[in-house]
């Protein structure tokens, strides 16, 4: 009795770290990408050296908040694509080689906006058994040209203004005015210069109005 608890006991042990050991993980956690576009899923698994993919057992699907949609389905080695959701037909590409390394890579191409939800993939290698998810969002390119339109036209970009004719003529007659004031000021600056000196001129030689004011004498 003794010995078959010792046992039960070792095996619950085994059985506890060999399914500790075992982890599926995503490289990524969340994807975003536009309508028509392409990405690629993916995710890791613990694997062993000798594990063949004929071992392996692999279930991807979509989860859309409404019902589960299968993607992607490896029994034995064999893919099934007839179990595989009509809406995914003839869009995902695995690679196998990859299979060997522990990862689980899936081209979904042409994408379209009812691809957006939670992807699940469930590994089963016979040694362990885990599942993990990402979130995939894919936007309308429509939709968003349309945003970008709108928000243009609500923050227009600032026209540069052109004046007018009437604009134009105000200008000319501004500095037509201007050249009037400036030379009539020239002008001025000009008289009082000249009247000035002519007025130094006179007081530095007072005989010559007394000689001209004289009578001649014959």
Known sequence: MPFLVASLWTLIVY???VKGSFVVDVTQSSYQAEENH???LEWTFTTKPDTPISALEILCYLNNGHKELTLYYLHDGVEFSE???EKFSRRVQSDKDALREGRIRLQLSRLRT???GL???????GYGHGYSSCRVTVSDT???KTSTTETSLQNPAPQKKTPTNAGRSRVLVVIVVISL???GALAGFAACFFHHIFQKLKQKHPEDDETQKQPLTV
């Open 181 to 183: 004031l400036s030379v």
């Open 119 to 125: 992807y699940l993939c469930e590994v089963d290698t």
């Open 38 to 40: 392409d990405i690629t």
């Open 114 to 116: 009812e691809d957006s």
């Open 142 to 144: 429509d939709f968003a």
């Open 15 to 17: 059985l506890s770290s």
């Open 83 to 85: 179990v595989q959701d």
